[in-house]
């Protein structure tokens, strides 16, 4: 009895153990159901898209699976402590622009592995150290765009010894505290947006001992220049970004920046004047570790007279100048730029994108000894005006120019006046509006590389320099290619009108050309053979017609490693390639991909007999009338049912064939409107509105009648208006379950000789009684008694 009891206990206990495994499972296998439901999109990695759903919480059924989980552009406003606690594995976990104005203090504690966070563009008006205190292996921390004013009196990120990325700031961002960034030792990237900052307190930023790249969005120079000073050592690349440097005095502030180690420094949306110029170009000469300087989208309130006199120093290292969409209000007064001409010697690359330039000094040019990269492009460079910047002595060293999308019009004069460059190998002289082209020109003689697309040129000519290694002449408006350039290599000719491949004679040593998007139909066998030394040919979107003896041989073509030659883009002759570039040897064709026309005309002949077939179908089962009863049908079924009694202006209204017009007309109408009382009859011969559609002629006449009296013949069963009548009359008044109806038997009618589609007529002498028309006079009075008592019922 004891062992039994004991074996009773262990049972029990088993039991209800798998029983709470079984919940446990049941609960868990419902989550991610749910889960599922709100983020269907997991891919095999276990990355969630919840983006734009509409969410309010953090979605239930989080697991130790998910490895990303994006919750971006919800109404999230809470983040609860048990929102991510099974979500153990999470490495990427995206929170931007919700609506968060709260989360728990352990809400991140069990994603010891989460590398990235982003809690940008959202209402968090205070940050807590304990969210990050657990968070060993973060990487990535964004956490701007909320409404906090400051980071807190002790440091958020000190156990984030891994952290390389740190994005904070808002537009009430006010106060930098001393310990805000204890912690932190290295930073790849840190981003302050500062806008409003108006509090640093010095040293803050001394505790960082190395940040790759720095941007810093404020407007106070007084407190960017106590940031600086704590960088002046630790910072690569220093990026200033909304800033206004306006007023001399405020640059004095910015002295001890020369002192920086930076290597390259940033100017974004940044404001300068004639008056501050001169100051930051000295600050900038004695940087001595300072590389490249860079302006994007920045203002200069002035006209380059420049007053100040600029210190040279000999030994600063600037080699690299950006300036992209530099907006200067007076461009067109703009002066010669003498005060900096000593300045630009040691330069290799300069560029000048986007910021209206007419005009390159000539002794700026000449002074320009070092410069190896020059781009211009999108500038007002004319003609005149590349002669006098390109003047003899001007940029002796330049190899690669970039004058493309400005004002060039003369390809002659453009070549003739960079013809002294020596050591020029690429020039892009693209999106200029060259047209027609002379015979000869003069060129640079080392020159290699051409690009002369979108030109507007028509035709090509001998003025291509025959030192050419790559050549691009797309989007221009060329019919053929003849050219003879015995040291082309490639060839870029798409976007053109050519109809055959180019002669591969005078371009022996072509290795790839792309001549997609022309008007190619077919390639000869001869002309497929002459680019044998090719190794990429991008024939695509052309109008190729291709015979299986064409594509054969195509697909043995060894010589060729990489071929696209199809429409649309990855077809070769209307064939599919498996990936775009595919080996030429791995392209198989199907019977109906050789015999295109063939296909396409038993398909033609296939839709047509089919149609045809339909057609005979239709016919036969008056598909057409059911098609049109349907819809007239449909249209009085949106009419009211009955209208009221003022409404009806007949006693009945007579459905007949035109056949039995004459004992309609002449015998029944006699008798009945002649009769004492007169009825009321609507004959369509005389009762029908001129002009107006016969189906709303019809069912307006049945829904005026008291009555509807349907002549039945051999005729009758054959009219299609009849049938209408009897349709209309049958949907609008038997359906209301009353006795509108009058059946009146004209001539006796053989079942068989009923058509199918007469089927309510069927329906109708089924279920219900009607008068025949007798023969003798006697019985013909009493069938006009009964045919009054109907009418009057």
């Known amino acids: 009895m004891q062992y039994t009891s004991k074996m009773l206990k262990s049972t029990t206990t088993h039991t209800w153990q798998v029983w709470a495994i079984y919940i446990i499972l049941t609960a868990n296998l419902s989550e991610e159901q749910a889960l599922k439901q709100v983020c269907p999109s997991c891919d095999a990695t ?248 860079e302006m994007k989208d920045c203002r200069l309130l002035g006209t380059g007279h420049w007053s100040t006199q600029i210190h040279v120093n000999q030994s600063r290292s600037l080699r690299v100048v950006t300036i992209q969409k530099l907006s200067i209000e007076e461009f067109y007064l703009f002066s010669d730029l003498k005060a900096v001409v000593d300045l630009v010697s040691p330069l290799t690359k300069i560029t000048v994108e986007d910021t209206k330039v007419f005009l390159v000094p000539c002794r700026l040019s000449q002074h320009l000894l070092s410069l190896e990269y020059l781009d211009l492009s999108e500038n007002l460079l004319g003609d005149q005006s590349l002669e006098h910047s390109a003047c003899q002595g001007g940029w002796p060293l330049l190899q690669i120019l970039n004058l493309s999308q400005n004002s060039l019009s003369d390809l002659k004069m453009t070549g003739k006046s960079l013809s002294h460059l020596r050591n020029l190998i690429l020039l892009d002289i693209s999106q200029n ?22 030109a507007q040129i028509p035709k090509l000519t001998t003025c291509i320099p025959l030192t050419l290694e790559v050549l691009d002449v797309s989007a221009n408006k060329l019919k053929e290619f003849g050219l003879q350039l015995p040291f082309l290599k490639e060839l870029y000719i798409a976007k053109n009108q050519l109809k055959t491949l180019p002669d591969a004679a005078p371009i022996p040593n072509l290795v790839a050309m792309t001549i997609r998007r022309n008007k190619l139909n077919s390639f000869s066998k001869e002309e497929f053979e002459a680019f044998k030394k090719m190794e990429m040919l991008d024939a695509s979107d052309n109008n190729f017609i291709c015979s299986c003896e064409f594509l054969s041989f195509i697909h043995h073509q060894a010589g060729i490693a990489h071929i696209l030659a199809g429409w649309p883009e990855s077809y070769i002759c209307d064939s599919p390639l498996a990936v775009r570039g595919e080996q030429v040897a791995a392209v198989h064709l199907s019977l109906m991909e050789c015999h295109r026309s063939l296909t396409m005309s038993l398909i033609c002949a296939l839709v047509f007999l089919v149609v045809l077939v339909l057609v005979v179908v239709g016919y036969k089962y008056h598909a057409i009338w059911y098609v049109r009863m349907t819809w007239a049908w449909l249209r009085a079924k949106r009419k009211p049912k009955q209208g009221p009694p003022k409404d009806m202006c007949y006693d009945a209204f007579v459905s007949y064939s035109e056949n039995d017009s004459d004992w309609v007309e002449n015998i029944m109408v006699q008798e009945l409107e002649q009769a004492c009382p007169p009825f009321r009859l609507c004959l369509h011969k005389r009762d029908f509105v001129p002009g107006k559609w016969i189906v709303d002629n019809i069912i307006d006449s049945i829904e005026k009648s008291h009555k509807t009296l349907f002549v039945l013949s051999e005729h009758f069963v054959q009219s299609e208006w009849c049938k209408y009548e009897l349709d209309f009359s049958h949907f609008r008044l038997f359906d209301e379950n009353n006795d509108a109806a009058i059946l009146i038997l004209l001539e006796p009618i053989q079942s068989k000789a009923i058509p199918k589609r007469f089927c309510k007529l069927r329906k109708i002498m089924n279920t219900k009684t009607y008068l025949e028309w007798p023969p003798g006079e006697e019985q013909q009075q009493i069938f006009w008694e009964n045919l009054k008592v109907a009418l009057k019922s």
């Open 46 to 293: 276990q990355f969630c898209n919840c983006s734009s759903r509409g969410l309010n919480f953090i979605p239930a059924g989080l697991t130790g699976k998910i490895t990303g989980l994006n919750l971006a552009h919800n109404r999230i406003k809470h983040v609860r402590a048990h929102d991510l606690q099974q979500a153990v594995n999470l490495r990427v976990l995206l929170l931007p622009s919700n609506e968060i104005n709260s989360i728990e203090e352990d809400s991140f504690r069990s994603l010891a592995r989460l590398e990235l966070l982003d809690l940008s563009n959202n209402s968090l008006a205070r940050l807590s150290p304990a969210w990050f205190g657990h968070l060993f292996s973060l990487q990535h921390l964004n956490i701007q765009g909320n409404s906090y004013s400051d980071l807190g009196e002790s440091s958020l990120f000190s156990n984030l010894r891994n952290l390389s990325a740190l994005y904070l700031g808002n537009a009430q961002f006010s106060t930098i505290r001393q310990g805000n960034f204890e912690g932190i030792t290295l930073l790849d990237e840190l981003w302050i947006d500062g806008s409003n900052l108006s509090q640093y307190e010095p040293g803050s930023l001394k505790s960082v001992k190395k940040i790759h790249h720095i941007i810093i969005n404020l407007k106070s120079v007084d407190v960017f220049s106590v940031i600086v000073e704590d960088l002046l050592h630790s910072v690569t690349w220093l990026e200033v970004r909304k800033i206004a440097f306006s007023i001399p005095a405020e640059m004095q502030l910015l002295r001890f920046m020369s002192f920086s180690f930076a290597k390259k420094i940033s100017f974004k949306q940044v404001l300068f004047t004639d008056a501050t110029v001169p100051e930051m170009i000295s600050i900038i000469e004695d940087m001595t570790e300072l590389m490249e300087v």
């Open 433 to 454: 509006n060259f047209g027609e082209i002379p015979d000869m020109c003069q060129w640079p003689e080392n020159l290699k590389h051409l690009n002369l697309s979108s």
